[in-house]
């Protein structure tokens, strides 16, 4: 298994989480990094991403703001610190590897942890 999120969980309307995705050293030191989330019944839309070295970060507009992604190179773990969260956030959660900065689309990815599951209730 080269990635595993995990630290989903049931959260009221306007709460905080913190998300985690452990990587195999060789996926997280050379692959810019990212988080993707699919609701029920919608496609799997990006939420951020962070690239090799953490310099550069992205995020969809929906999350800007109240989402923040970084990285820790000495435990090849990303993160998604979730504040002010929304009944619509409710969603799996996955984290992503892949070679191209920028990306936005989950087939531009090369590798998928197993997805985290995150409940917003109101």
């Known amino acids: 298994v080269q990635l595993q999120a995990f630290g989903g969980g049931l959260v009221q309307a306007g709460g905080s989480l913190r998300l985690s995705c452990a990587a195999s050293?060789?996926?997280?030191?050379?692959?810019?990094m990212a988080w993707f989330r699919q609701a029920p019944g919608k496609e799997r839309e990006f939420v951020a991403a962070?690239?090799?070295?953490?310099?550069?970060?992205s995020y969809a507009d929906s999350v800007k703001g109240r989402f923040t992604i970084s990285r820790d190179s000495a435990k090849n773990t990303m993160y998604l610190q979730m504040s002010s969260l929304e009944v619509d956030d409710t969603a799996v959660y996955y984290c992503?590897?892949?070679?191209?900065?920028?990306?936005?689309?989950?087939?531009?990815?090369?590798?998928w942890g197993q997805g985290t599951k995150v409940t917003v209730s109101s």
């Open positions: 050293e060789r996926t997280f030191s050379s692959n810019n």
């Open positions: 962070i690239s090799w070295n953490g310099d550069r970060t």
């Open positions: 992503a590897a892949g070679r191209y900065w920028g990306a936005t689309r989950a087939y531009d990815y090369d590798y």
